[in-house]
T-cell receptor, first 112, second 114 residues
Framework: TQLLEQSPQFLSIQEGENLTVYCNSSSVFSSLQWYRQEPGEGPVLLVTVVTGGEVKKLKRLTFQFGDARKDSSLHITAAQPGDTGLYLCAGEGREYGNKLVFGAGTILRVKS | DTEVTQTPKHLVMGMTNKKSLKCEQHMGHRAMYWYKQKAKKPPELMFVYSYEKLSINESVPSRFSPECPNSSLLNLHLHALQPEDSALYLC?????WGMGTEAFFGQGTRLTVV
């Protein structure tokens, strides 16, 4: 059983479209991180959210942490081919021994 | 500087070889990690070092042996690996272990066992 359910698993869209990736759990996290990873490279940290209801923006990316700190979303506006990659959410909490628990990942492909 | 440096970037080794992966960070982080990642899958935690002491071993086979010589360096010694051990090995570091600290990853070592 995946502790962090991430959806969708795959997403192929045209340049200029909007998209949302979801990360859901039945457990509370003290923090949640979003990473982007390109093939053959390590994950790059995009953002960390720690407060329930928190919204953070990074250019065309908007990250939201649920009020109950059990879920998060990543919204990309006007996607570009450079956004292509594997997006990973990862949560940390006492229930998991303070280990970073990863979602299964969303493979995003943006076609020009 | 949020850089975690891993060497080598690529490694091909036979099943009888002994090799080591190296990881270095100069951010003053006191927690360092080894992860294993298969293609299109999330990273899987292998080891956690906190203040240079091994805190977590996720039931990793003994053919993988971690070492933390000092607070900036983390090694992973490899011996008698199997072809199924081929993967991307990622090192990460964070300010401390647990409690919402951000983890920064290196570029990884692509390991192929032949």
């Amino acid at each position: 059983t995946q502790l962090l359910e991430q959806s969708p698993q795959f997403l192929s869209i045209q340049e200029g479209e909007n998209l949302t990736v979801y990360c859901n759990s039945s457990s509370v996290f003290s923090s949640l991180q979003w990473y982007r990873q390109e093939p053959g490279e390590g994950p790059v940290l995009l953002v960390t959210v720690v407060t329930g209801g928190e919204v953070k923006k990074l250019k065309r990316l908007t990250f939201q942490f649920g009020d109950a700190r059990k879920d998060s979303s990543l919204h990309i506006t006007a996607a570009q081919p450079g956004d292509t990659g594997l997006y990973l959410c990862a949560g940390e909490g006492r229930e998991y021994g303070n280990k970073l628990v990863f979602g299964a990942g969303t493979i995003l492909r943006v076609k020009s | 500087d949020t850089e975690v440096t891993q060497t080598p970037k690529h490694l091909v080794m036979g099943m009888t070889n002994k090799k080591s992966l190296k990881c270095e960070q100069h951010m003053g982080h006191r927690a360092m990690y080894w992860y294993k990642q298969k293609a299109k899958k999330p990273p899987e935690l292998m080891f956690v070092y906190s203040y240079e002491k091994l805190s977590i071993n996720e039931s990793v086979p003994s053919r993988f042996s971690p070492e933390c010589p000092n607070s900036s360096l983390l090694n992973l010694h490899l011996h008698a690996l199997q072809p199924e051990d081929s993967a991307l090995y990622l090192c990460a570091s964070s300010q401390s272990w647990g409690m919402g600290t951000e983890a920064f990853f290196g570029q990884g070592t692509r390991l192929t066992v032949v």
